[in-house]
């Protein structure tokens, strides 16, 4: 095994083998790859590809590099991963109510990527909250609370977190291949019994056309069943935010106000269709409909606030956070509320834009090492299709400086278009992939 061998047959457009890329993998885990080769390969899989049988090999090299988790549970072991999106909040949903419907969910969830907002980032808005849990007391909390939304430690894919810096500086993000393998080598090494796909479409999402959209949706779930994961995709639209409210700590209150009653729509939608897939793929539903109805119930039951509860209280919150969660949200020391400039019906939403100005508030990153503010952000978004006046409120900018509310309100009225005219709204459920 070289690392210039497998790097030379890859340039000449060959798959390595399956050897060969999980001794590349272990290279990169130990670093006997160096970091010239690991920018080398990356660029090579960038340009040249490795086909549907060398993704799954790299894939498993990459899980394998570091631990694998078992479970000894007396229910399946489901997860979820979202492409990313503005407003995206589903995960915080979705983990307690798969849980309440007989599920056991660990999720290993990541931070803000570019204009996308964090799993793990809303979480520690609650104050308290980590999220990073040692093993052993992740099985601790699966038999407490039947959830937890927790960050890789160091021993997960470790190659996956060498490769994904060194593509970060060398413009090989962008290939379907390296992503593929970097999104499910973290997703395998939790060891679900089924994964359901979240691939985002549209202005606020990574991938802006359905072609892009059924390629990813298509690589990861052949990738992850070919890996032994029952898998299935689902395409859903990001032509506007999800929730109302794009910021850490806004969108842990819509979040509230979902598991409590007080509001239902796009968020709880997807929530119940993704767990109406991973329910009956995992045998505890008839019919993924039957599987959406049962997360419904227990949505709005109010069981699945009180697993919520016990899920933040494992992770270091408050106890009592469900009852009381509004005085344990920061909240930022601006809010001014943004109004339409003219009459009309709201045609298109810039969500990459209104996720950037939320980032610009310090609601995300600009560099790694950038302390994230948990109140600023953005709330009472006007959605697709509202008819307005001039003066109607379209959004409300949460700020720490005045200087920062200006520039995002300039921001929103950029980024949200008001014509005459109505258009047609997109569809929330665009396609299935099996």
């Known amino acids: 095994m070289d690392a210039r061998a497998i790097i030379a047959t890859l340039r000449r ?214 890996a032994g994961c029952k898998t299935s995709a689902v395409i859903t639209d990001m032509n506007q ?43 505890l539903a008839a019919t993924e409909q039957d599987g959406a109805d049962r997360m419904t119930a227990a949505l709005s039951g109010g069981q699945v606030a009180e697993r919520f509860g016990r899920m933040i209280a494992a992770v270091g919150g408050p106890a009592k956070f469900v009852d009381t969660w509004q005085r344990f949200l920061p909240e930022a020391t601006v809010i001014q509320e943004i109004t339409a400039k003219q009459a009309g019906y709201v045609t298109a939403i810039d969500g990459e834009a209104l996720g950037l100005a939320v980032v610009s508030l310090g609601g995300g990153r600009m560099v790694e090492s950038d302390l994230v503010n948990p109140a600023v952000g953005l709330s009472g978004l006007i959605r697709l299709g509202a008819r307005v006046e001039k003066g109607t409120p379209i959004a409300v900018v949460h700020a720490a400086r005045e200087d920062a509310a200006r520039m995002a309100e300039a921001t929103v009225h950029a980024a949200i278009t008001i014509a005459p005219q109505a258009v047609d709204l997109p569809d929330l459920i665009h396609e299935r992939i099996s």
Not at 243 to 255: D, T
């Open 241 to 283: 935010p999800l929730a109302p409210a794009l910021g850490n700590a806004l969108e842990v209150a819509e979040v509230m106000k979902a598991l409590t009653g007080v509001t239902q729509g796009p968020l709880t939608e997807i929530t119940a269709v993704l767990g109406g897939i991973l329910l009956a793929d995992a045998g």
């Open 13 to 226: 457009g060959d798959t390595p083998t399956e050897d060969q890329l999980r001794w590349f993998a272990r290279g990169l885990a130990d670093d006997t790859v160096s970091d010239a080769q690991a920018g080398a390969f990356a660029m090579a899989v960038c340009l040249r590809g490795l086909g549907p049988e060398g993704r799954r090999a790299l894939t498993l090299a990459m899980r394998d590099s570091g631990d694998v988790l078992n479970w000894d549970l007396d229910g399946p072991v489901l997860d979820k991963h979202s492409t990313g999106g503005v407003g995206d909040c589903v995960s915080l949903l979705l983990a307690p109510a798969l849980a309440e419907c007989g599920a056991y969910v660990p999720m290993i969830s990541g931070r803000g990527l570019g204009h996308t907002g964090g799993t793990l980032d809303k979480m520690e808005s609650i104050p308290g909250v980590t999220t990073q849990v040692p093993q052993d007391r992740l099985v601790q909390i699966m038999h407490e609370a039947g959830c937890a939304i927790v960050s890789a430690t160091a021993q997960i894919a470790p190659a996956d977190k060498r490769l994904y810096a060194i593509r970060d500086v060398t413009s090989t993000v962008e290939s379907l291949d390296l992503i593929t393998a970097s999104i499910l080598s973290k997703k395998l090494a939790a060891s679900p019994d089924g994964l359901v796909l979240d691939v985002k479409l549209g202005s606020g999402a990574f991938m802006k056309t359905i072609d892009e959209a059924r390629a990813l949706a298509s690589s990861l779930s052949q990738t992850a069943n070919a």
